[in-house]
């Protein structure tokens, strides 16, 4: 089968078609406001939101380098999921007070986010039904006894349910699966749909919106003084909320690093995705490291994604984050082998986006410089889409110097560990990739990993100490 066209975003163009929404032209001259948020990706837009709403009479702009939605927020999986699934890690992290207050909150995001469209009437094709997440390798069966277990300890029994291999595949048709569990409060969207609906509410709401406005430099003083090539906004506060671009700050680049995530669309199959039975409308994927990612589209597609890909060196977003012919071959060849009953089914569109991976793969917040005015958070780990919704209440409540459970918590510390430096970071980021691919591959075919690949796959957790390298922490 023939390769698709790679780079045309498939959600970005119905998106734009169905809603282009009002010009925001580039920022030109002075302008002052109370808060400046830089990014209008999900985090930013939801942070403008919660600005509106706990203070309505204050004066918000937004700057993006492209459009709203044009990063990460339009250009993923569409996969809204709270952090139940790792329940157990934030237990062993955070204790069972402050994990379960997080993964509650995950979970209440995707309340509110739902909530919210259908208030102001996005219609970014919701479907609350849960997401199957499947082990396709005898060595990953078990994954969800852990978040089970956590569950049951927390009181929150039964948001991850184990399922019956034969209902996975029956309510998938995907061969592929050995095992699986369901996790309950998930949701899919089309994502730039939601993008360019939470863009209308802001700008609805008197959000000053300007697109084609990179930030060329930021002044961390007070007040904070965002310059771009051919205007300045001077704001009593900043919110960085720059996903993957946040690796450029001197402060972050070695607390996030760009990692890339391509995504396959199939041409619409309606009949053909109701004789695999998978019409209850579940999100599907599994439990490995180089995550696969899908769910059927509204018009009868199927989206089907893989993550942990190329590094972006020195902390850049690269082209080939785009656009990888080669990393398409692959994600392609992956869809074929889950849905082998499909393998005559034209891709129309593939295209892919940097994630925002941090030591930990969860989100952080904190504050840049001296003056307590440059507020930022990054870090999702491609797991933003819920999350951000809970992170923008951190961000936009502490951008209007508010202090409660939101503004102060386990995630506000800034960076939890680091990364090593360049060049170490991308050499080695390569080699424990490659090792990771092999070892998952291995499982698949039933092996077991060898002993050198099996080590240094292990090496993908590792983080150095903030005292390496004080410089970066003191100015958090
Ligand atoms: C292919 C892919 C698949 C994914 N799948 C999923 C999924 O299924 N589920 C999930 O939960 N998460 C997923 N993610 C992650 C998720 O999309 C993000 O975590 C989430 O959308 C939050 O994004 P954000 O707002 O932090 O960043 P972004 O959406 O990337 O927004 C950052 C914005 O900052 C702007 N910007 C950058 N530099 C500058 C500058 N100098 N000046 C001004 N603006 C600037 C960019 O233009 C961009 O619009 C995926 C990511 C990718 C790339």
Redesign the pocket.
Known sequence: MSRPPVGPVFWLEQALAEEPGAACPPLTGTVRADVCI???????LWTALEITEQAPDASVVL????G?G????G???????SWYDELDALLARFGPEQATWLADQSSAAIDRLEAFCEQEEIDCHLRRSGSLWTATAPAHLGVWDGPMRAARTVGREGVVQELDVAELRARTGSPAIVGGALVRDSAAIQPALLARGLRRVALRRGVRIFEG???RALGRGAPAVVTTSAGRVEAGRVVL?????AARLRELRRAVVPVG???VLTEPIPERIAELGWTGGELLGDTRLLVH?AQVTRDGRIAF?RGGGAIGPFGHVRPSHYVDPATVDVVAADFRRWFPQLADVGLTHAW?????RAPGHLPFAGTLGDHETVHYA?G?S?????P?AFLSRILGRRALGLRDAFTDNALTHGPPGYLPPEPVRSLGGVVVRDAVRRAEGAEERGEAPGRVTGALRKLVWFTTPRAVEPRLWRRR
Do not use: K
């Not at 830089?38 to 930013?44: A, D, H, M, N, Q």
């Not at 909320?241 to 671009?245: D, I, M, Y």
């Not at 491609?382 to 819920?386: F, H, M, P």
């Open positions: 830089v990014g209008g990706g999900f985090l930013g700057l993006d380098a492209e709203c044009f990063g990460a927020s250009r993923n999986g569409g996969w809204v999921t406005s990179p930030m909320a720059l996903g993957a671009w995530s391509h995504i990612y994604g892919g986006g940097a994630v925002d990054t999702f491609g797991n933003g889409v819920g951000s």
